[in-house]
């Protein structure tokens, strides 16, 4: 993995290949309250994609841990979307486990509504 990738603070395309189906899992209170599968004929799944494509950059290597509001996986990624900061964990190219956060107050929940 290139180090340019930490210097420019923009997720690598593997981040971002979701694939064709995500599964949507929402928490309340800290349990999880609902799961749904959408695919890209979906709303939802369109949001998602919109966010990420919109919120490429301003991402840090993080290794913090959050509860999630909402987790979105595909693909073998994973999107923790909370109302004020989104985390993306997914294996790269060289099968390195990497995981990024960013600061999303202008877009809470990652485009779904909560």
Do not use: H
């Amino acid at each position: 993995m290139s180090i340019l990738w930490f210097w420019r603070m923009e997720l690598p395309p593997e981040a971002l290949n979701f694939g064709n189906r995500l599964e949507i899992i929402v928490y309340e209170k800290g349990s999880q309250s609902s799961t749904e599968f959408v695919d890209q004929t979906d709303p939802k799944y369109r949001s998602i994609m919109e966010f990420l494509a919109a919120n490429k950059k301003n991402w840090k290597q993080d290794t913090s841990s959050y509860a999630p509001d909402i987790l979105v996986r595909g693909n073998g990624i994973t999107l923790n979307c909370r109302k004020g900061n989104a985390i993306i964990y997914y294996t790269d190219n060289e099968k390195e486990s990497l995981q990024f956060s960013s600061d999303t107050t202008s877009v809470s929940y990652c485009g779904l509504n909560q």
